[in-house]
């Protein structure tokens, strides 16, 4: 069970670290990463994608593949 509790508590840790990092980075750089999924998402074999209907989620799968 301490276990189980010691991954808990990393994981909220390495979370609040994660987030913290991503309030710090420049809001230019956020930008553009942004552009970039959604051009990589709605490009390529995806090309028949209608943006305004691509949710988030979707483009960072298709990211991911």
């Not at 991954?7 to 970039?36: D, H, I, N």
């Amino acid at each position: 069970m301490e276990l189980t509790y010691k991954k808990y508590v990393t994981g909220k840790w390495l979370e609040k670290l994660q987030m913290w990092v991503a309030y710090k980075m420049p809001r230019w750089l956020v930008y553009w990463a942004s552009v970039r999924l959604m051009s990589y998402a709605t490009t390529g074999k995806f090309a028949t994608t209608v943006v305004p209907e691509l949710t988030a989620m979707d483009a960072l799968k298709r990211w991911k593949e």
